[in-house]
C-alpha cells in the first residue's frame, strides 16, 4: 500500500532556530514529492521535486530529494514566527491523478 | 485572478442528512481534485474531475459522489452522513493534473456532522 510518513508530529522551536522535516514515501510508482504549507485551510505550494540530489531553494527555505532511500527533507534557516504551519509532504503517483499525503508536521515558532 | 473558491465555508449538519459542496476553479483550469482532511488521517483523496469526467477516486464508500460541469464547477455530495465525515473538504484546480506545482488548493469546507 502507497504510503507518506512524515516526522516528526510536532514541533515547537525558538525564532533563529533551524529546523529539518523529514518526509519517507514508499509507493508502487514515483513521479515527484511536493511540499505544501498549511497555515490556516488551503495549502500553499512551496517545491515540487522530481530528481535526487537536486536542491530547491527559496529564501530560508529548502528542500531535497533521495530517490534512493526514498525520502525527502525540509529545511528552513532563521526560523520566524510566520512560519509555524502545519508544512505537508505529497507524493504525486502517475497512476490514478492523485497525491498520497503525508499526516504532517505541526511547527511552532515561538518568540 | 481569483483563486480557487470553495462554499460553503462552514456547515453543520446532522447525522443521516446530506451535503452539496461547491468548488469553482481557477479560470481555465479544468482538473478539479477532492480531498478529506482530519485530524487523525491528514488529506485523503476522494475523486478528481476533468473535463466533466471522473477520471479517478480514491478509497471512499459509495456515499460520496461528485460531478463537474461543463464551465469546471465541480460539486461533491455526501449522502446518508455519519459522525465521521466531520472534516475539512478540500478542492484543488490545475490545468492538467499537476504541471509544474500548478496545483491550487481552496480554503476548504469545515463540515461537522452532529
Known amino acids: 500500500e502507497d504510503k507518506v510518513v512524515q516526522s516528526p508530529l510536532s514541533l515547537v522551536v525558538h525564532e533563529g532556530d533551524t529546523v529539518t522535516l523529514n518526509c519517507s514515501y514508499e509507493?508502487?510508482?514515483?513521479?515527484?514529492l511536493l511540499w505544501y504549507k498549511q497555515e490556516k485551510k488551503a495549502p500553499t505550494f512551496l517545491f515540487m521535486l522530481?530528481?535526487?540530489?537536486i536542491e530547491k531553494k527559496s529564501g530560508r527555505l529548502s528542500s531535497i530529494l533521495d530517490k534512493k532511500e526514498l525520502f525527502s527533507i525540509l529545511n528552513i534557516t532563521a526560523t520566524q514566527t510566520g512560519d509555524s504551519a502545519v508544512y505537508l509532504c505529497?507524493?504525486?503517483?502517475?497512476?490514478?491523478?492523485?497525491?498520497?499525503f503525508g499526516t504532517g508536521t505541526s511547527l511552532t515558532v515561538i518568540p | 485572478k481569483a483563486g480557487v473558491t470553495q462554499t460553503p465555508r462552514y456547515l453543520i449538519k446532522t447525522r443521516g442528512q446530506q451535503v452539496t459542496l461547491s468548488c469553482s476553479p481557477i479560470?481555465?483550469?479544468?482538473?478539479v481534485s477532492w480531498y478529506q482532511q482530519t485530524p487523525g488521517q491528514g488529506l485523503q483523496f476522494l475523486f478528481e474531475?476533468?473535463?466533466?469526467?471522473?477520471?479517478n477516486k480514491g478509497n471512499f464508500p459509495g456515499r460520496f459522489s461528485g460531478r463537474q460541469f461543463s464551465n469546471s464547477r465541480s460539486e461533491m455530495n455526501v449522502s446518508t452522513l455519519e459522525l465521521g465525515d466531520s472534516a475539512l473538504y478540500l478542492c484543488?484546480?490545475?490545468?492538467?493534473?499537476?504541471?509544474?506545482?500548478?496545483?491550487?488548493f481552496g480554503s476548504g469546507t469545515r463540515l461537522t456532522v452532529v
Open positions: 509507493v508502487t510508482n514515483f513521479r515527484s
Open positions: 474531475y476533468f473535463s466533466e469526467t471522473q477520471r
Open positions: 505529497a507524493v504525486d503517483v502517475p497512476t490514478g491523478n492523485q497525491f498520497y
Open positions: 522530481t530528481s535526487s540530489g
Open positions: 479560470s481555465g483550469h479544468r482538473s
Open positions: 484543488a484546480s490545475s490545468l492538467e493534473f499537476l504541471r509544474g506545482g500548478g496545483y491550487t
